[in-house]
């Protein structure tokens, strides 16, 4: 049932491996979160896909997915805390001591980018690859610019890592930070070209992600110009 209370939603909360190993039930929550809305998206083709779809059987595999070089992005409704079913979590965001507390409504993973599928590109292709983007399926979420919001603090996140890299752009006053994603073309290709992604290449496959038949895999790149200062 949809809450009856405006969300309150924090600003992007940055994990890294350490902090999700140190708090179990955050991790479990996200994985939850995440095979949620994998099963959604695959229910607009049920003929084509398994469903329910798992994209997380286990939270170690989540864990696993951020690896020591990965971040975990989420965003959290602090309006929720008096709502006990609705299993609150807490947290810190990287380098920071303020405690967050609310129900988890977004995440996405990034890590840096090692090619796709078949690790094609991988050592010529350089930026960060979003992974497992997936939102609270409650109508006050959903559908309302949360994701787009997640996406637009990791895009800021990664430019402010990127301008802190000492010595790495001597001399230039504007740099390129490429971001990377793998799609099913039938369930995101139209959803991520609306956000400015590029097709770079694809590929068939079948007996994967769930899929009874074949889908086209679509290798996806945005590119965003930044200062260096």
């Known amino acids: 049932m949809a809450s009856t209370t405006p969300p309150s939603l924090t600003p992007a909360l940055f994990l890294t491996l350490a902090d999700l190993e140190a708090n179990p039930k955050l991790a479990n929550q996200l994985a939850i979160l995440g095979n949620t809305a994998f099963t959604r ?18 939270t170690q595999l989540l864990l696993d997915t951020v690896g020591d070089a990965g971040i975990m992005a989420i965003i959290l409704d602090e309006s929720r805390v008096g709502e006990e079913e609705v299993g609150l979590v807490e947290t810190r965001s990287q380098g920071s001591d303020e405690v967050k507390k609310g129900k988890l409504v977004a995440c996405a993973a990034v890590i840096p980018w090692a090619g796709g599928w078949e690790k094609e590109g991988a050592g010529t292709e350089v930026g960060y690859e979003t992974k497992a983007v997936a939102v609270d399926e409650d109508e006050i979420y959903l559908g309302k610019g949360v994701a787009i919001k ?3 603090y990791i895009e800021k996140y990664l430019i402010e890592k990127e301008r802190a890299t000492k010595g790495a752009f001597q001399g230039e006053e504007r740099k390129v930070l490429s971001l990377w994603l793998l799609a099913a073309e039938c369930l ?15 590929k068939s496959w079948s007996d994967i992600w769930g899929c009874h038949k074949s889908f086209d895999m679509v290798v996806m790149k945005r590119e965003v110009e930044f200062d260096v200062k």
């Open 150 to 152: 997640l996406l637009a």
């Open 188 to 202: 995101t290709g139209d959803y991520w070209r609306r956000r400015g992604y590029m097709e770079v290449r694809r």
């Open 41 to 58: 998206s695959h229910m607009m083709h049920p003929e084509k896909w398994s469903v329910p779809c798992t994209r997380f059987p286990t």
